[in-house]
């Protein structure tokens, strides 16, 4: 689907609803430049950010801007790692670095359309059929954040490294002496 959701119409059931946190938006006209949806935390800082641009990476959906009624469906999940760099083949673990799911609590959406900014509140419950607690929901971003942050100074590390190899290559190639070429 456009709201980068997948649909599957099964003939002889109904649908579960989707996973995560649906917003809703009308726009009367498509607008011009970029749409931005940010999700805050109630402290008012950003979260996850997402905004109409088409992206290379697949797994993010991006913010519909078509006239009319749009959907966007926010997993849950706050920004992940720094990705690696495409190297032409699979990232690390396959390709997929989620950030970590997002402790049960209040957030607010903030709709970013033509200069007019647009936000509202909404409440992520716990899990019914979880027995965590919040503090057990909160040890679980806080360590998943912790590990995302290594995971992005390797990530970072790998990046600069294969950067710093192919400007290597590129000035090997341009040398005139053969010893450097093979290096």
Same mark, same amino acid.
């Given at each position: 689907?456009?709201?980068?959701?997948? %649909?599957?119409?099964?003939?002889?059931?109904?649908?579960?609803?989707?996973?995560?946190?649906?917003? /809703?938006?009308?726009? /009367?006209? %498509?607008?011009?430049?970029? !749409?931005?949806?940010?999700?805050?935390?109630?402290?008012?800082? =950003?979260?996850?950010r997402f905004d109409? *641009?088409?992206?290379?990476?697949?797994?993010?959906?991006? !913010?519909?801007?078509?006239?009319?009624?749009?959907?966007? $469906?926010?997993?849950?999940?706050?920004?992940?790692?720094?990705?690696?760099?495409?190297? #032409? #083949?699979p990232? +690390?673990?396959? #390709?997929?670095?989620? #950030?970590?799911? @997002? =402790?049960?609590?209040?957030? /607010?959406? /903030?709709?970013? @359309?033509?200069? &007019?900014?647009?936000?509202?509140?909404?409440?992520? @419950?716990?899990?019914?059929?979880?027995?965590?607690? $919040?503090?057990?929901?909160?040890? &679980?971003? *806080?360590?998943?954040?912790? =590990?995302? +942050?290594?995971?992005?100074? =390797?990530n970072? +590390? $790998?990046?600069?490294?294969?950067? !710093?190899?192919?400007?290597a290559?590129?000035?090997? *190639?341009?040398?005139?002496?053969?010893?450097?070429? *093979?290096?």
């Amino acid at each position: 689907n456009d709201d980068g959701t997948n %649909e599957v119409t099964f003939t002889d059931a109904g649908n579960n609803p989707p996973s995560g946190v649906q917003l /809703r938006y009308w726009l /009367r006209e %498509e607008p011009e430049g970029t !749409v931005e949806l940010e999700f805050l935390d109630s402290e008012g800082n =950003v979260v996850k950010r997402f905004d109409s *641009e088409q992206s290379d990476d697949k797994r993010e959906p991006s !913010v519909s801007k078509k006239a009319g009624a749009n959907r966007f $469906i926010w997993n849950m999940q706050a920004e992940g790692p720094t990705p690696l760099e495409s190297s #032409g #083949g699979p990232a +690390a673990f396959g #390709g997929v670095q989620a #950030g970590p799911v @997002v =402790v049960p609590g209040t957030y /607010r959406a /903030r709709l970013k @359309v033509n200069g &007019q900014t647009y936000e509202t509140e909404f409440e992520i @419950v716990p899990d019914p059929r979880s027995e965590s607690t $919040i503090d057990d929901y909160r040890a &679980q971003f *806080e360590l998943h954040s912790r =590990v995302n +942050a290594k995971l992005s100074e =390797v990530n970072e +590390a $790998i990046n600069t490294i294969r950067r !710093v190899k192919k400007q290597a290559d590129s000035w090997a *190639e341009r040398s005139s002496d053969e010893g450097i070429k *093979e290096a």
